[in-house]
């Protein structure tokens, strides 16, 4: 992400959400994104709570919204309690890093050492689903326990979002959600610098404020659990693990979670 002009850059071009992400799949987890990188360090504690939140019987029915290369995904599929990973993304070029990904997951777990017991995954469903495109979730991915959705509601509408999800949970269900802080998108946006063109590649985003999403997260029955919303901010000592990119933004918060539960019915 950048906030200034870049000589080295021919020009920034904005492209709708799906096309965007098609392009930045092949590099999306290589070309250096610190947000994605303290994304998943802030996950080693939200997720395991994210679990632990879950109250419905199980085995689970678990949605990961916006799934983008299968970060996320990969990590319901080490949850024996999980019955079927559901993973939705717009872009079909997400969805084939991700299914390359998964898939490798899955035939190394299937050869267990001598010792180890064979562990059971769970099923794994990849499906193309555009929430601005449709209004309702696919069927296969409606009425679940839970849905997991990181670093994606930047790129929707917060009405549109939290409709789909409302109709992708259960009563009670829950949902961890993070997201690039407002006090970043007031200065920059997600997006990637093309190889082939040095275009810097934008794609649609939003700017939501912490206190925006947590209102219309109640508008559509689902309220923050305890705990509240973590911000974050980057500090000094932050940069050597999230990378070099991250310095620019010491003293700025960049990124905020937390665990939502629909209300159950009356």
Same mark, same amino acid.
């Given at each position: 992400?950048? #906030? ?6 021919? @020009?920034? %071009? ?6 965007a992400y098609n392009r930045w799949a092949a590099v999306y987890d290589t070309d250096g994104n610190f947000l994605q990188?303290?994304? #998943? ?7 395991? $709570?994210? &679990? ?7 085995? /689970?029915?678990? *949605? ?14 080490? +949850? ?7 993973? =939705? ?5 997400? &969805?084939? *890093? ?22 059971? #995954? ?17 069927? @296969?991915? $409606? $009425? ?14 917060? @009405? ?15 949902? &961890? =959600? ?34 925006? +999403? ?5 508008? /559509?029955? &689902?309220? +923050? ?6 911000? %974050? ?12 990119? @991250? ?13 939502? %539960? ?5």
């Open positions: 992400m950048s #906030t200034t002009s870049d000589p080295s850059l021919s @020009s920034v %071009r904005y492209l709708p959400t799906n096309e990188a303290l994304d #998943t360090i802030e996950l080693k504690t939200l997720f395991p $709570q994210f &679990l632990r939140s879950i109250t419905s019987p199980k085995p /689970w029915r678990i *949605v990961d919204l916006g799934c983008g290369t299968g970060r996320n995904t990969a990590l319901l599929l080490t +949850v024996p309690d999980i019955e079927e990973a559901i993973a =939705l993304d717009s872009s079909e070029g997400m &969805l084939e *890093v991700a299914r390359s990904r998964l898939l490798q997951q899955a035939d190394d777990g299937a050869s267990p050492s001598d010792r180890a017991p064979p562990r059971t #995954t769970p099923k794994l469903r990849l499906e193309v689903f555009d929430m601005l495109a449709s209004p309702s979730p696919p069927a @296969s991915a $409606q $009425q679940v326990d839970a849905v997991i959705s990181t670093l994606v509601v930047e790129h929707v509408p917060l @009405s549109t979002f939290f409709s789909q999800v409302a109709q992708i949970l259960k009563p009670g269900g829950v949902l &961890l =959600l993070t997201n690039m802080h407002a006090d970043m998108g007031a200065i920059s946006q997600a997006g990637f610098v093309d190889a082939d063109t040095g275009e810097k590649i934008r794609p649609t985003s939003y700017s939501h404020t912490v206190a925006d +999403v947590v209102a219309e997260a109640k508008r /559509w029955g &689902l309220e +923050v659990e305890d705990g509240g919303i973590k911000e %974050r901010a980057v500090d000094e000592g932050m940069v050597e693990k999230l990378g070099f990119r @991250s310095r620019k933004w010491v003293g700025v918060t960049v990124w905020f979670g937390g665990i939502f %539960r629909k209300r159950a019915s009356s």
